[in-house]
């Protein structure tokens, strides 16, 4: 009979926010198209590193397993990406899995992005409506713009772009690529519009799109593939002109 393959991980673990981070190996058998979060739930199922020790389950965050919710981002042989698209057949062995670097350690591969909802808040990244009762169709949107737009409309808070930012870090309160791209996609809306000077007074705050180094990681790890480097550009153009417009009160000019 033939031996059973098996997949080796290495997982940097911790056990706490201020515990100190370990690597523990496993080993699990192999399936085709198995993806990365297979390999977890193997290792959940038996808690066995590969020493033959009985040890915790292995902790990660999880939702649709289908790369639309963003919370099983993960450090995947050195690539921050999401574990529910990455196949082992894939990736180099062993396979390496680490959290991301970017975001405060909550256990094991689990982070937390709540830095990520702040810069969301500070850029009011919505639609404000007054009342809840039925104000009747909103103003249309011509077709191109919404095709770009719904491009945008993609991110999924995952943090990929942060964890691939040099200059999103412990030392720099940068907010980011994905909140700067999701100010441009409210401000884009016939109705976000009107707000649209609030959103880019936020963009200029502090830790805002000046912390930009144009590095251009963002767009090359983004897994929807969303235009952030041209977000971030067109939220340059949009905030000098809001800060001559601040500067010489036309804002408030009738």
């Given amino acids: 009979m033939a031996e059973q393959k ?11 926010p201020d515990s100190a981070p370990y690597e523990e190996t496993f080993e699990v ?16 199922k038996n808690p066995v590193n590969a020493k033959g020790e009985k040890t915790t389950p292995v902790q990660w965050d999880m939702n649709c397993l289908e790369e639309v ?7 995947i042989n050195g690539v ?6 990455a196949l082992v057949d894939d990736l180099e062995q062993p396979v390496r899995l680490a959290p991301m670097a970017t975001f405060p350690v909550v256990r094991d591969l689990i982070i937390d992005r709540e830095r990520m909802f702040d810069a969301l808040k500070q850029v009011k990244a919505w639609i404000p409506i ?21 491009e945008l409309s993609k991110c999924m808070t995952c943090g990929v772009c942060l964890e691939a930012c040099p200059n999103v870090n ?74 001559f417009k601040n500067f010489f009160g036309s804002d408030n000019a009738h």
């Fill in 6 to 16: 098996t997949v080796t991980f290495i997982i940097t673990r911790q056990d706490g």
């Fill in 29 to 44: 058998p192999y399936r085709r198209n198995m993806n990365v979060i297979s390999g977890l739930m193997e290792i959940r």
């Fill in 69 to 75: 919710c963003g919370a099983c981002s993960m450090v």
């Fill in 80 to 85: 921050p990406r999401q574990s529910c698209a």
């Fill in 130 to 150: 007054d009342g809840t009762h039925d104000l009747g169709p909103g103003p249309r949107m011509p077709e191109k713009k919404r095709q770009w737009a719904y």
């Fill in 170 to 243: 412990d030392k720099s309160d940068f907010i980011g690529p994905a909140a700067i791209s999701q100010a441009r996609l409210f401000n884009a809306h016939p109705t976000g519009d009107m707000n649209k000077s609030e959103r880019l007074d936020g963009l200029m705050e502090e830790g805002g799109i000046s912390g930009c180094g144009n590095s251009q990681n963002c767009v090359q790890v983004c897994p929807k593939g969303i235009p952030l480097t041209t977000s971030i550009a067109a939220m340059n153009r949009a905030t000098n002109i809001q800060a």
